[in-house]
């Protein structure tokens, strides 16, 4: 199985400092919905690996949470996509799970879920944290230069990446790269 994991916000959709709370505060990057629909055509399954702390705080409930995956998941049919899979940690800061980036158990509830070794599955997405929980479950890990990234398209990095981050535009440039090395005769002959 071709399985790759996203985070969301930054990286399909815009980031906000005061939460994602609403349908209507869910607004797709140029391009991303595009990029997964490509992705998908390419043979990948789209899994959501995403820290949703703001059901933990009080700011919005798990309806709303659901109205706003069921736009994403609307808007990404209308683009040819669909991702297979949201899972997201509920939990503030202060409760310690396993389950909120950087720590890996949302990427483990994915391995279990797909029956999976994560090890070499791609990941992408805009903060430390997202690459950090990919990488302590195996996956390779991939910055896109927007959300809590976007300065960082001018130059420099954050400090801390895992070992063999690479970076990308957007979540467009990313599926460009993974579509175009999966096309590459190398790789066709690593599959046989």
């Known amino acids: 199985m071709k399985l790759i994991i996203l985070d969301r916000d930054g990286t399909i959709n815009s980031d906000s400092d005061d939460f ?12 991303s919905l595009e990029a997964i629909a490509r992705l998908n055509h390419g043979g990948w399954r789209v899994v959501i690996a995403s820290n949703q ?10 309806a ?14 209308a683009a040819g996509g669909r991702v297979d899979a949201v899972f997201y940690c509920p939990h503030s800061p202060e409760e310690s799970c396993n389950c909120r980036k950087p720590l890996p158990g949302l ?4 391995g279990a879920r797909f029956g999976v070794q994560l090890l070499g599955v791609p990941t992408a997405g805009d903060s430390l944290r997202d690459l950090q929980a990919g990488a302590a479950a195996g996956c390779e890990p991939h ?4 959300g809590k990234s976007a300065h960082y398209r001018s130059g420099g990095q954050p400090d801390g990446l895992p070992s063999g981050t ?27």
């Open 20 to 31: 994602v709370k609403s349908p209507e505060e869910w607004l797709p990057l140029p391009g």
């Open 53 to 62: 702390s703001g059901l933990g705080r009080g700011l919005f409930d798990v």
């Open 64 to 77: 709303a949470l659901n109205a706003i995956h069921a736009k994403m998941h609307k808007l990404l049919a």
């Open 107 to 110: 990427f483990e509830q994915i």
């Open 143 to 146: 910055l896109v230069l927007t």
């Open 166 to 192: 690479l970076l990308h535009a957007d979540l467009a440039a990313f599926a460009d790269f993974i579509l175009e090395r999966d096309a590459s005769p190398l790789s066709a002959s690593v599959k046989k």
